[in-house]
């Protein structure tokens, strides 16, 4: 059961231009999300995070929307840039349980075209 | 190191052979994670280690896979009778508390191939 899915495999973009990158979840009691990059060749790395109390985090280029309603959320990378090419990881985890434990979805692999 | 560190970064086994993968944390972080991931797939997570607790297991594939992290630090994970589906990229983590509002830091990896 894929609790987190990324149902884009792939996204090119144009440099300059907004990369937008979609994640559903299905279990509800997820109330932590976050973003990981991740080149080839390496490990991920964190990017953003999210909790379920707000519905937007905004870092310099990247911001995050959380709609729990519709248990989506989204990456947007504005402008994007051609190092931001890249697979993106969408992550959840729950607080209660303290676990820790994050739940990835399958990756978008973004390509940014100079 | 001021990262996690893996080791070794490949390793070709024939099938049936056991392997070893060791995963060293940054030093200080209490929690570390065990993910894999094969081809074309997203990351799956193993196994969970946070202090002193019992680890969480539950996303071990079968019983031919186990992991021990010796002193609250170094982690090794094994695979007994490799198979081919084994192969993939065997990847750990480590975060500093066990809460889950922190990211965990990743190694680059251990590319395990099973011929």
């Known amino acids: 059961d894929q609790q987190v899915k990324q149902n884009s495999p792939s996204l090119s973009v144009q440099e300059g231009r907004i990369s937008i990158l979609n994640c559903d979840y299905t279990?509800?009691?997820?109330?932590?999300f976050l973003w990981y990059k991740k080149y080839p060749a390496e490990g991920p790395t964190f990017l953003i995070s999210?909790?379920?109390?707000?519905d937007k985090n905004e870092d310099g280029r990247f911001t995050v929307f959380l709609n729990k309603s519709a248990k989506h959320l989204s990456l947007h990378i504005v402008p994007s840039q051609p190092g931001d090419s890249a697979v993106y990881f969408c992550?959840?985890?729950?607080?209660?349980?303290?676990?820790?434990?994050?739940?990835f979805g399958q990756g978008t692999t973004l390509q940014v075209k100079p | 190191g001021a990262g996690v560190s893996q080791s070794p970064s490949n390793k070709v086994t024939e099938k049936g052979k056991d392997v070893e993968l060791r995963c060293d944390p940054i030093?200080?972080?209490?929690?570390l994670y065990w993910y894999r991931q094969s081809l074309g797939q997203g990351l799956e997570f193993l196994i969970y280690f946070q202090g002193n607790s019992a680890p969480d297991k539950s996303g071990l594939p079968s019983d031919r896979f186990s992991a021990e992290r010796t002193g609250g630090s170094v982690s090794t994970l094994t695979i007994q009778r490799t198979q081919q589906e084994d192969s993939a990229v065997y990847l750990c983590?480590?975060?500093?508390?066990?809460?889950?509002?922190?990211?965990?830091?990743f190694g680059q990896g251990t590319r395990l191939t099973v011929v």
């Open positions: 992550a959840a985890t729950t607080g209660s349980g303290n676990t820790g434990k994050l739940i």
């Open positions: 999210i909790s379920s109390i707000k």
């Open positions: 030093s200080g972080h209490t929690a």
């Open positions: 279990n509800s009691m997820f109330d932590y």
């Open positions: 983590a480590s975060s500093i508390t066990p809460g889950p509002y922190t990211e965990a830091f």
